[in-house]
């Protein structure tokens, strides 16, 4: 999937830039740059360990020796099983219970980071206002940043304009070749992936709270309604029902779930006889509005303002546990290996794993200084899993897996609400102003010997 695009950066706006996507080039390179002594191959970087590298690429490791091996992580289930992220896919979910649980020996395998307990948070992580505005006096001597990421392994390819409000979905439906955004300004916005040009603009007369696409489908949620269009058979649906705006869309089991305003989740089941959603069942069980939902493990698992996490049985659609132990709003659930990943306003990550009982208990805390939006998870380029976390600091956070040992961050104007990732390495972030950036996994530099 290629992309043309515009720069984005506002010095050189008028310049045409025409980067592909997958090319592994970075259009927003900083150039405060340090000197390093000449080193080996597989050394971490020492200002990296500090918390202040800015040097793009950096020759040297921006996590810690030895890794953790890659097969106690990314395989799992009986015959080592490759299992990756996907929020809407059972298979990213382990699942196990009872007996097989490995309960005990998943305690201390989270936030394992050797010698260093997080990345210290210094005043170059800040990007130079002067900079976003172009005149920056101070140039290459400037203390902030002169870039909208800090950090190795991706790189910004294209900035997406024209939504005028907050980003709330994003998504990319199978087989087609054009990317869907969804936006508080009432409008989805259709991108074509071979110019990067805006193809459409359809306007829905109401918020849209979220949007996800499930093969061919994509599924918007509205105020009062969810609507369904398939990309393939230009079928265009109405889903009446939910009270109040919905804010988070999931599909499991031949069901789609909808967590609306008033507490509720909506269930309806697809008939491929009428080639239509039907009516299945409310749940009811959160007291305020439910606003993260995820499948895995032959579960539903919905997150609340009521600061709960519940577990559904996607086979009885009954509620088996409530999860009580975050003190704010839970904004985003995702599911990882036979782990259940949850974050908070409470400024938290929570890990969670089966107990012998099969019942879900914290078995680590990530703690944040800030209020924590949004969950996604991906692959970097060697196959090591990495969970991006944006928070209301208007940054991103990207964290090895299951270390929590920081491997960069992004920036934007306004707070990220949503992420989601694409084919090739290619990840996509919306933040408050509408604003849409393209990224790209890229492979980290290493020095010569």
Known sequence: MDLDYNGGNTTTTNKRVFH??????????????????????????????????????????????????????????????KRGFAGNDSSSFSGRRGGNSNYSNSRGRFGNKGDIRGVKRVNVEKVCNFWVQGNCSFGDKCRYLHSWSLGDGFSLLTQLEGHQKVISG????????????????ETVRVWDCQSGQCMHVINLGGEVGCMISEGPWIFVGLPNVVKAWNTQTNTDLSLDGPIGQVYALVVGNDLLFAGTQDGSILVWK????????????SLKDHKMAVVSLVVGANRLYSG??????????????????????????VMSILCWEQFLLSCSLDQTIKVWAATESGNLEVTYTHNEEHGL?????????????????????????????PSFSEKGKMFAKQEIRAIQTGPGGLFFTGDGTGQVRVWNSVAVPTAAT
């Open 170 to 185: 994003i998504a990319l439906p199978s087989g087609s070749d054009k990317l869907y955004t969804g936006s508080k300004d």
């Open 304 to 329: 609340s303002i009521d600061h709960s996490i519940k577990v559904w049985s996607l086979e009885t659609l009954q509620c088996i546990q409530t999860l009580t132990d975050h003190t704010s709003v």
């Open 270 to 281: 697809f008939n491929a006889a009428t080639f239509n959603f039907e009516p299945a069942v």
């Open 20 to 81: 592909r996507i997958g090319s592994g080039q970075s259009v927003n390179d900083t150039s405060n740059q340090h000197n390093h002594q000449h080193q080996q191959n597989q050394k971490v970087c020492y200002h990296w360990r500090a918390g202040k590298c800015n040097r793009f690429p950096c020759p040297f490791l921006h996590r810690e020796l030895p890794a953790p091996p890659p097969h106690a992580y990314l395989n799992g289930g009986e015959g080592g099983a």
């Open 373 to 401: 939006l949004t969950l996604c998870g991906m692959h970097d380029l060697e196959g090591k899993p990495v969970l991006l976390c944006s928070s209301n600091d208007n940054s991103v956070h990207l964290y090895d897996l």
